[in-house]
């Protein structure tokens, strides 16, 4: 896979595991499922230990992480490891020539060369998810 795209990839999967940690020591428990999710009784906008604030979204949350704002769903199983260019693009932000993109257009082509290699898996639903190598 292309290295920059791993590793914006990686650093975006981490923040989501942050911003999962997060809800739940906030008592916000993680959903079995996405339909789950949708279900779980919770304002919409709130605010998590340490103040830091939620959105509540269709399958999903953003969370305004010290590090910067991270947006996510939910996957079919209650998966965080789920991932499209749009989310990627919005959480790396004005930082996205660091991670070796000109811009949101490069980044979307770099992630339909890596769909179209079988690197990167689609759910079916919105998500994609990095291809095992087995």
């Known amino acids: 896979m ?3 795209l791993a590793l914006l ?6 923040s ?3 911003a999962v940690d997060l809800l739940q020591r906030s008592g916000i428990p993680r959903p079995p499922t996405n339909t789950d999710w949708v279900g779980t009784d919770i304002p919409q906008r709130g605010e ?3 103040g830091v604030r939620y959105f509540k979204h269709g399958y999903g949350c953003a969370v305004h992480l010290p590090t910067g704002t991270v947006d996510f769903d939910f996957g079919a199983r209650g998966e965080i490891d789920g991932f499209d260019a749009w989310r990627l693009a919005g959480f790396a932000g004005d930082r996205l020539s660091a991670y070796g993109f000109a811009d949101e257009a490069a980044l979307t082509e770099c992630f339909k060369a890596e769909v179209a290699a079988g690197s990167l898996a689609y759910s079916g639903y ?3 998810y ?5």
């Open 2 to 4: 292309n290295n920059p």
């Open 9 to 14: 990839i990686s650093d975006y999967q981490a």
């Open 16 to 18: 989501v595991a942050s």
């Open 48 to 50: 998590l230990e340490g």
């Open 126 to 128: 919105i998500l994609y």
């Open 130 to 134: 990095v291809a095992d190598d087995t």
